[in-house]
T-cell receptor
């Protein structure tokens, strides 16, 4: 298996623009997680899905952030409009069972100027 | 809210030295995981411990879960440059997702 695949690896955009991050989980994994990592706040859970259904989005910072999982093999995290404080590394992770091993993608380094 | 603290925040040592990093919480966890994250990559799971007092070894790495399941330690023997990275602990409880600590950034100099 190729593991969790995220795209793009790097994204540089200007404040106010829409940003869409993409994730392909490991085939057969029923759980998909979106995390944000910064030096100040570490690794924060934004939202997670079980069988394509959003279960907990309490970590989503505000309404500018939205996430979808239209099918078992694809998820997006969208920021609209983006702000400089959204600059971070965004990780997608998947797992086969709750509270089990998380498989992380390589992340998307987002810079909002 | 369950919080995890890790110490030290940064650690720089010479190749061949031993080191221990710590993960502490005021909360009890049903399991605790250790991940290592290399620059430009996502975290990779090293070990999961589930029983209070449990000790697991992975080559030169020794992991221990505290008796009360509130803390854990990671000991590395004869550190090598390949051990360089960010070490994250993550605590899990039944019905809740894992909470990650802030990490210990280790640098092993040749």
């Amino acid at each position: 298996d190729a593991g969790v695949i995220q795209s793009p690896r790097h994204e540089v955009t200007e404040m106010g623009q829409e940003v869409t991050l993409r994730c392909k989980p490991i085939s057969g994994h029923d759980y998909l997680f979106w995390y944000r990592q910064t030096m100040m706040r570490g690794l924060e859970l934004l939202i997670y899905f079980n069988n394509n259904v959003p279960i907990d989005d309490s970590g989503m910072p505000e309404d500018r952030f939205s996430a979808k999982m239209p099918n078992a093999s694809f998820s997006t995290l969208k920021i609209q409009p983006s702000e400089p404080r959204d600059s971070a590394v965004y990780f997608c992770a998947s797992s086969g069972f709750p509270n089990e091993k998380l498989f992380f993608g390589s992340g998307t380094q987002l810079s909002v100027l | 809210t369950q919080l995890l603290e890790q110490s030290p925040q940064f650690l720089s040592i010479q190749e061949g030295e031993n080191l221990t990093v710590y993960c502490n919480s005021s909360s009890v966890f049903s399991s605790l995981q250790w991940y290592r994250q290399e620059p430009g990559e996502g975290p990779v799971l090293l070990v999961t411990v589930v029983t209070g007092g449990e000790v697991k070894k992975l080559k030169r790495l020794t992991f221990q879960f505290g008796d009360a399941r509130k803390d854990s330690s990671l000991h590395i023997t004869a550190a090598q440059p390949g051990d360089t990275g960010l070490y994250l602990c993550a605590g899990g409880s039944y019905g809740q997702n894992f909470v990650f600590g802030p990490g210990t950034r280790l640098s092993v100099l040749p």
